[in-house]
């Protein structure tokens, strides 16, 4: 038993060179195949390009105007809204499922967004143009009142044509609809009065 498990003492010293040889030639493979494999998790420009904030020039976006840009391939809506449009927030929010957007916080609403506005400014409203149902892209519906498909009491808002979700006009979601949270919010910054950054804020 304990000769089976004894060190051979005589190895041939030719295929001691063979085994050191092979080794070696394992190694410099190993590195390689290496390189290239470290390179491959390293971000390319483009998808660097990709996840980069957006800046956007806002200073001609119009009263009642919705602009569509995009950041990280979603559709990013900067809403422009009117006196009018912002006063409509305060109207009746017992009908939302969560106006004060307390869900999923982390997620859907940076804290300076966390307010009835769901924005920096009350009049500038961004929001990810993706439903928070099943991914489609909700429609404008900015009239208030009675319409196809909308409450007589419309306040003015967003409404998804897949399977019914409404949002009013900060991207908050309706009671008793498909969707469970509010639209999303993206990170975002004002650069100057003028100029908005999409992706990043100050605490980035
Ligand atoms: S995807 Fe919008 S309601 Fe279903």
């Known amino acids: 038993m304990s000769e089976?498990?004894?060190?051979?003492?005589?190895?041939?010293?030719?295929?001691?060179?063979?085994?050191?040889?092979?080794?070696?030639?394992?190694?410099?493979?190993?590195?390689?195949?290496?390189?290239?494999?470290?390179?491959?998790?390293?971000p390319s420009e483009r998808a660097k390009a990709a996840g980069a904030p957006v800046e956007v020039d806002i200073g001609d976006l119009k009263p009642g105007e919705l602009r569509t840009v995009e950041w990280r391939g979603q559709p990013v809506w900067l809403i422009r809204r009117t006196p009018e449009m912002v006063a409509s927030l305060a109207q009746d929010e017992s009908q939302l499922a969560d106006p004060e957007s307390k869900r999923n916080q982390d997620d859907l609403t940076p804290p300076y967004a966390r307010n009835r506005y769901r924005s920096i400014k009350p009049d500038l409203f961004l929001a990810v143009g993706i439903c928070t149902h099943l991914g489609c892209s909700p429609n404008a519906r900015f009239a208030p009142g009675a319409q196809p498909?909308?409450?007589?009491?419309w306040p003015g808002g967003f409404l998804c044509p897949c399977h019914g979700s409404t949002f009013d006009l900060a991207g908050r979601?309706?009671?008793?609809?498909?969707?469970?949270?509010?639209?999303?919010?993206?990170?975002?910054?004002?650069?100057?009065?003028?100029?908005?950054?999409?992706?990043?804020?100050?605490k980035a």
């Open 149 to 153: 498909s909308l409450p007589a009491d």
């Open 4 to 42: 089976s498990l004894a060190v051979p003492t005589n190895v041939d010293e030719s295929r001691r060179t063979l085994i050191a040889i092979t080794c070696g030639a394992g190694a410099v493979a190993g590195v390689a195949v290496a390189v290239p494999f470290v390179e491959s998790f390293a």
């Open 173 to 202: 979601v309706f009671k008793n609809k498909p969707a469970p949270d509010n639209l999303r919010v993206p990170p975002h910054m004002y650069v100057s009065e003028t100029k908005l950054r999409i992706g990043e804020d100050q």
